[in-house]
C-alpha cells in the first residue's frame, strides 16, 4: 500500500459513462489509489445517469445512504459528476446531500484543483461544456472485471436532439477524438493481452477527425492486430452507410454485430421524436445489413409509449419488430425528461398503466424473437472468445460470439491432452442448447466433432 487516500468509485448509465469511470481514475491516480469496498473511501465518487427518472432516482437512494456514513466519518468526500451534474448543477450542492463536489463530463481535468478548494472548506462545482474536449491524452485505468475487453470512447457529446433525450443537454456538442490517439490505445490494449474493444460514441456512424470516417477509423483499429475484435456502439440508423457494412464484411476481427436503435416502428412517432428516418427507411438499412453480413446479429432499442402514441402506433412498433427479427433488444417506458424538446411541446398523456402493458407485449415478443433466433444457433459451431468463469460454477466457461451472443462452455481442461481454457482464449464451441437469453454448448478441437 502506497498510503494514499483511497477513492471509491460507483458508475451507472451507458457505457461512455463507464469509460468515463477509467478515465476520472487516471486523473486521479497520483492523489489516490482505488478500493472497493465504499466503507473505506475517503473519497466517494458517483458518476450519473439522466436518461430516466428512474435513473436519477437510484442515485438518489444511494446518495442517502453515502451522506448517513458522512455523518459517521466527516472527513469523507463525497462528489457528483456525470450527466445528473450537469443536468442540476447547484441544485445539489444546495440539497441535504452532504455533496462536496458536482462536476459535469467535460470538466474532469479540473477535480484535483476542486479538491483543494474543499479542503479548504469550500464546495467545488465545475459544470462547463467543452467543443473541444475528448481526454485524448489520458490513459485510461481499466476497472472492468476481465482483462480481455476494453471500452475506447471515440467521441464525446451528441447534437442530433431526438426529443425525448436529455444526452445533448448534459453530454454538450459532438466532437471526435484524433484517430491517431485511438489506433495507439488500441495497440496498447493489444500489449497488454487484451483481445477485444469496443468503439464508443452516442452515434459512431458520424465520427469524423480530419479525413477519418468511420469506416476509415475501423478499418484502421481492424488492422492493429488480427487477434483483436473490434465492437462498435452505437449506430444511428440515419447514418449507417454502405461503406460502414463493406468494412464489417472484409475484416474477419471486425465483430458482425450491429446495435441499431429503432425506438418506434411508427413513422409518426419517428418523426416526433425527430429521429430523422422513416420506418421504410429503417428496413432498408436492416436490409442492407442482411444482404452485405447475412449473418450479422442485430440489437435496438425501444421505447414505449412516447407523446401521443396510439394503439396502432404500438402495433407498428411490434410488427417492425418481428420483420427486423431482432437477435436482442433493450426496451423502455417513455420518461419525460425536463428541458428537452418533447417536456415543452408535446403532452406526455400515454397513462403509465397503458405505457406499462405496451412495455410488457414489447418485452414478451422479444423474448420470443430472442429465443426463435437462439434455437436458429443450435448444432452451430462458433469462435468464441473467453472472458471468464461462469457465475454457474461448475468449471463453465463464458464469452461471446461474433454477433454477440453470450456462450456458456465446459472448459475442457485435460481431456485429450488440451490445455485448459483461460480468458483471452478464441475457442470453437458446438452449440447444444439455448434459452432466451444464452447459448450453452462444448468446446470442440480440430479433429475432434
Ligand atoms: N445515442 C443512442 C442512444 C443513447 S440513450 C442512440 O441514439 O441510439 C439509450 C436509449 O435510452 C435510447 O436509445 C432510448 O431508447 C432510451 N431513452 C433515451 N431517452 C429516453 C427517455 N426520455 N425515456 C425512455 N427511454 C429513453
Ligand atoms: Fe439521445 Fe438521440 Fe443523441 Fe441518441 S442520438 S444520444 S437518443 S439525442
Ligand atoms: Fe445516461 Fe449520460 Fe449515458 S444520460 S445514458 S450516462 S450519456
Do not use: W
Amino acid at each position: 500500500m502506497s498510503g494514499k487516500p483511497l477513492l471509491y468509485i460507483e458508475t451507472y448509465g451507458c457505457q461512455m459513462n463507464f469509460a468515463d469511470s477509467e478515465i476520472l481514475v487516471s486523473l486521479l491516480q497520483d492523489q489516490y489509489d482505488t478500493t472497493r469496498e465504499h466503507a473505506q473511501a475517503d473519497l466517494i465518487l458517483v458518476n450519473t445517469c439522466s436518461i430516466r427518472e428512474h435513473a436519477e432516482q437510484r442515485v438518489f437512494n444511494r446518495l442517502r445512504e453515502f451522506a448517513s456514513l458522512k455523518r459517521k466519518r466527516p472527513g469523507l468526500r463525497i462528489g457528483l459528476v456525470g450527466c445528473m451534474a450537469e443536468r442540476l448543477k447547484e441544485e445539489l450542492l444546495a440539497s441535504d446531500l452532504a455533496i462536496d463536489l458536482v462536476v459535469g463530463p467535460d470538466a474532469y481535468r479540473s477535480i484535483p484543483r476542486l479538491l483543494s478548494l474543499v479542503e479548504s472548506g469550500r464546495k467545488g462545482i465545475d459544470v462547463l461544456l467543452s467543443e473541444e474536449e475528448t481526454y485524448a491524452d489520458i490513459l485510461p485505468v481499466r476497472l472492468g472485471d476481465n482483462r480481455v475487453s476494453a471500452y475506447i470512447s471515440i467521441m464525446r457529446g451528441c447534437q442530433n436532439y431526438c426529443s425525448y433525450c436529455v444526452v445533448p443537454y448534459t453530454r454538450g456538442k459532438e466532437r471526435s477524438r484524433d484517430a491517431a490517439t485511438i489506433v495507439e490505445e488500441a495497440a496498447s490494449l493489444v500489449r497488454q493481452g487484451y483481445r477485444e474493444v469496443t468503439l464508443l460514441g452516442q452515434n459512431v456512424n458520424s465520427y469524423r477527425a480530419g479525413e477519418v470516417d468511420f469506416p476509415g477509423l475501423l478499418e484502421k483499429v481492424a488492422l492493429v492486430s488480427p487477434s483483436l475484435r473490434i465492437r462498435f456502439s452505437t449506430s444511428h440508423p440515419k447514418d449507417l452507410s454502405d461503406k460502414l457494412l463493406s468494412v464489417m464484411a472484409e475484416y474477419p476481427n471486425v465483430c458482425k454485430a450491429i446495435h441499431l436503435p429503432v425506438q418506434s416502428g411508427s413513422t409518426a412517432m419517428l418523426k416526433k421524436m425527430n429521429r430523422k428516418y422513416d420506418r421504410q427507411s429503417y428496413m432498408e438499412r436492416i436490409e442492407a445489413i442482411r444482404r452485405a453480413i447475412p449473418d450479422c446479429g442485430i440489437s435496438t432499442d425501444i421505447i414505449a409509449g412516447f407523446c401521443g402514441e396510439t394503439e396502432e402506433d404500438h402495433r407498428q412498433t411490434l410488427s417492425l419488430m418481428r420483420e427486423a427479427g431482432y437477435d436482442s433488444a433493450f426496451m423502455f417506458k417513455y420518461s419525460e425528461r425536463p428541458g428537452t424538446f418533447a417536456s415543452k411541446h408535446y403532452p406526455d398523456d400515454v397513462p403509465e398503466e397503458v405505457k406499462l402493458r405496451r412495455l410488457n407485449e414489447i418485452i414478451d415478443l422479444q423474448q420470443s424473437l430472442s429465443l426463435e433466433s437462439n434455437r436458429r444457433d443450435v448444432g452451430k459451431v462458433f469462435e468464441i472468445l473467453a472472458e471468464g468463469k461462469s457465475k454457474k460454477g461448475n468449471d463453465q466457461y463464458f464469452g461471446r460470439n461474433t454477433q454477440n451472443k453470450v456462450v456458456v462452455f465446459d472448459n475442457p481442461a485435460g481431456e485429450d491432452g488440451q490445455r485448459p481454457v483461460s480468458p483471452g482464449d478464441y475457442v470453437k464451441v458446438r452449440v447444444e442448447s439455448c434459452t432466451a437469453a444464452t447459448l450453452a454448448g462444448q468446446a470442440c478441437f480440430e479433429g475432434k466433432a
